[in-house]
């Protein structure tokens, strides 16, 4: 039987040291990452069984992270936080986390957990990438090309077109993507959506007044193709 590789997101040495010794003990392959551009790219290469995630990130906020890996990245993802709000805990939730633990945490309590959140993994690996006519876009890198030009989108922008290219066919109505993109406060903010739709296709699309990727579709909402 092949060892559960586990990637560990956390700027602390110290405590990526004490949960590699720990799940080291476990028969568990370690992999580790300090920031969170590093851990997307080497959740993308390396295929992880479980991600444990500290929301503090020096270069990326942890809910962004966690986000960024939900677009295509469907195995278990376990949040390692200081934070123990009850918003805190169910806004990592509500985001795709599948489990989370505050710290100071017990060895024993974390090796259980992430053995629960393994039974729950699928079995095929979701592509990191999506490539639709002449555009490519890579989950990981958080990048976005039509044909050889690099495009420059804006932080919302790309996690735009991300949740509606990571469900490419699917209808998104208003509702969801406001609140996936932008909180609760914004579901019924339909013309804010339509702006940053309408700004999208004029970067994406070779006639933004004819779009072949960004489709409306009519009072309810939009589609990638």
């Known amino acids: 039987m092949n060892k559960a590789t586990v990637l560990i997101v956390d700027d602390e040495p110290q405590i990526r040291k004490l949960l590699e010794l720990s799940l080291t003990s476990h028969d568990m392959h370690v992999i580790q990452a300090e ?22 990130l020096p270069d990326m906020n942890g809910h962004e992270v966690l986000k960024a890996l939900r677009l295509w990245y469907e195995n278990a993802i376990i949040i390692l936080s200081v934070q123990d709000g009850e918003d805190d805990i169910v806004k990592a939730l509500d985001e795709g986390a599948s489990d ?5 945490f017990r060895n024993a309590e974390l090796m259980a957990r992430i053995r629960s959140a393994m039974k729950n993994n699928p079995s095929a ?18 990048t976005v090309r039509k044909g050889d030009q690099l495009l420059k989108l804006t932080s919302t922008e790309y996690q735009l077109l991300a949740l509606l290219a990571s469900n490419a066919g699917r209808v ?19 013309q804010y959506l339509r702006v940053f739709i309408g700004t999208l296709r004029k970067k994406i699309e070779d006639d933004a007044n004819q779009p072949k990727h960004l489709v409306t579709e009519s009072r309810v909402g939009y589609r990638f193709q």
């Open 100 to 104: 989370y633990l505050t710290k100071p």
């Open 172 to 190: 998104l109505t208003h509702q969801h993507i406001l609140k996936t993109i932008w909180g609760l406060s914004y579901q019924k903010e339909t």
């Open 125 to 142: 690996v979701k592509s990191t990438f999506i490539t639709s006519g002449n555009l490519f876009i890579d989950f990981a890198a958080r």
């Open 35 to 56: 920031d969170g551009k590093s851990g997307l790219s080497m959740a993308a290469n390396h295929q992880p069984d479980v991600v444990l995630l500290d929301l503090g």
